[in-house]
Antibody, heavy 118, light 109 residues
Framework: QISLKESGPTLVRPTQTLTLTCTFS??????????VNWIRQSPGKALEWLAL???????RYSPSLRSRLSITKDTSKNQVVLTMTNMDPVDTATYTC??????????WGQGIMVTVSS | QTVVTQEPSLTVSPGGTVTLTCASS?????????PNWFQQKPGQAPRPLIY???NKHSWTPARFSGSLLGGKAALTLSNVQPEDEAEYYC?????????FGGGTKLTVL
């Protein structure tokens, strides 16, 4: 069965770069039509889509955060890495990765809470 | 930048039917927007319900259905149960990127 798990720092300082890893099992990111997304949710706020990487290494980013985001994959390790530069307290949120297949976001990780504070 | 609008809150009685909608600032939502719907309860990760307008996941209860209605994506809950009280989010594909709606808080009362 498909599972995803996020890992990374839970506390980052303002202006630092955040690096999060999504480690998954139960599918291959080399299979046609498959993608892995990153989504975040600030406390008490709505979900916000951040980025997506496809099986063919195609990448998509939220227009409002494009300049700060980078998404990469390591197919051999079953991992997807998201980096976000110049972190600010408003970026405090739970960051979650999700599996995409044929335009369905069908499996999600539990998320990792990241706090940005000095 | 695309804005996706949902009803902020709705209330329904147990056993009743309610429809939540999802509108795009860029125009009518069509099947090409591949709307997804999710249910989220406090402290939990979102639970996928519907993808590509009206396709259910294997775990989606039969009382949930998706459609296109009047230029919007719609999620209809029939025979609403108390456990359906939750926040519901739509997600659409627009211009190659995905956008979430602001969510609808559904109260079962």
């Amino acid at each position: 069965q498909i599972s995803l798990k996020e890992s990374g720092p839970t506390l980052v300082r303002p202006t630092q770069t955040l690096t999060l890893t999504c480690t998954f099992s139960g599918f291959s990111l080399s299979t046609s039509g498959v993608g892995v997304n990153w989504i975040r949710q600030s406390p008490g706020k709505a979900l916000e889509w951040l980025a997506l990487i496809y099986w063919d290494d195609g990448k998509r980013y939220s227009p409002s955060l494009r300049s700060r985001l980078s998404i990469t994959k390591d197919t051999s390790k079953n991992q997807v890495v998201l980096t976000m530069t110049n972190m600010d307290p408003v970026d405090t949120a739970t960051y979650t990765c999700a599996h995409l297949y044929r335009s369905g976001f069908d499996h999600w990780g539990q998320g990792i809470m990241v706090t940005v504070s000095s | 930048q695309t804005v996706v609008t949902q009803e902020p809150s709705l209330t329904v009685s147990p056993g009743g039917t309610v429809t939540l909608t999802c509108a795009s600032s860029t125009g009518a939502v069509t099947s090409g927007y591949y709307p997804n719907w999710f249910q989220q309860k406090p402290g939990q990760a979102p639970r996928p319900l519907i993808y590509t307008v009206n396709n259910k996941h294997s775990w989606t209860p039969a009382r949930f259905s998706g459609s296109l209605l009047g230029g919007k994506a719609a999620l209809t809950l029939s025979n609403v149960q108390p456990e359906d009280e939750a926040e519901y989010y739509c997600l659409i594909l627009n211009g190659g990127t995905w956008v979430f709606g602001g969510g609808t808080k559904l109260t079962v009362l």
